[in-house]
């Protein structure tokens, strides 16, 4: 068990609609990213938040948006599905390292599923 | 831009024998930290290992080594013995130092183990 929990854990929507994918990160951890896993794609990086603020931005489609809230909970909202969309979805937290060690290693949870109809 | 290349897609082998998951990386940043990945078929993505491009020995973990060549940008992973259990798609990742903490994830390898 990473310690980061995701829900829901599968998704089946219908294209057009929106979601929301939710994240808790582990604890202590003030980092959290999102990333999509899909076959033709691979797993790409898609956006990061660092206690509350925007850090990176990845490959993130203009229709997917996401927030960090002030518990460090994160969510990623995703609008105007389309079937291209279908993939899992993971999220993963970090802590802050410093100086020279400042990148650690990401846990990631056990992803959702989404499934676009 | 930061590269990761994981040539081999997929490998079988049957149980015991020792495999090496190949990873070549690309980057121009001096700091980087490379990753190993292992995804079951249960679906998550289990953090294996993290070695920082300023560290030069390599590490052994129970059945589990790994070996860094900074002259040819590989981080190779080599399973000794291996076990049924060890069967899943295995990451190599990077990230650099001043590019935030986000991952470059190589396409994977799938390892099938038979018994």
């Known amino acids: 068990d990473s310690g980061v929990t995701q829900t829901p854990k599968h998704l089946i929507t219908a294209t057009g609609q929106r979601v929301t994918l939710r994240c808790s990160p582990r604890?202590?951890?003030?980092?959290v990213y999102w990333y999509q896993q899909s076959l033709d794609q691979g797993l790409q990086f898609l956006i990061q938040y660092y206690n509350g603020e925007e850090r990176a931005k990845g490959n993130i489609l203009e229709r997917f948006s996401a927030q960090q809230f002030p518990d460090l909970h994160s969510e990623l909202n995703l609008s105007s599905l389309e079937l291209g969309d279908s993939a899992l979805y993971f999220c993963a937290s970090s802590s802050q390292g410093e100086g020279r060690m400042r990148n650690t290693e990401a846990f990631f949870g056990q992803g959702t599923r989404l499934t676009v109809v | 831009a930061q590269k990761v290349t994981q040539a081999q897609t997929e490998i079988s082998v049957v149980e015991k024998e020792d495999v090496t998951l190949d990873c070549v990386y690309e980057?121009?940043?001096?700091?980087?930290?490379l990753f190993w990945y292992k995804q079951p078929p249960s679906g998550e993505l289990v953090f294996l290992i993290r070695r920082n491009s300023f560290d030069e020995q390599n590490e052994i973990s129970g059945r589990y080594s790994w070996n860094f060549q900074k002259s040819t940008s590989s981080f190779n992973f080599t399973i000794t013995a291996s076990q049924v259990v060890d069967s899943a798609v295995y990451f190599c990742a990077l990230s650099v130092y001043n590019a935030g903490n986000m991952l470059t994830f190589g396409g994977g390898t799938r390892l099938m183990v038979k018994p």
């Open positions: 980057t121009r940043d001096t700091t980087y930290y």
């Open positions: 604890s202590g951890d003030l980092s």
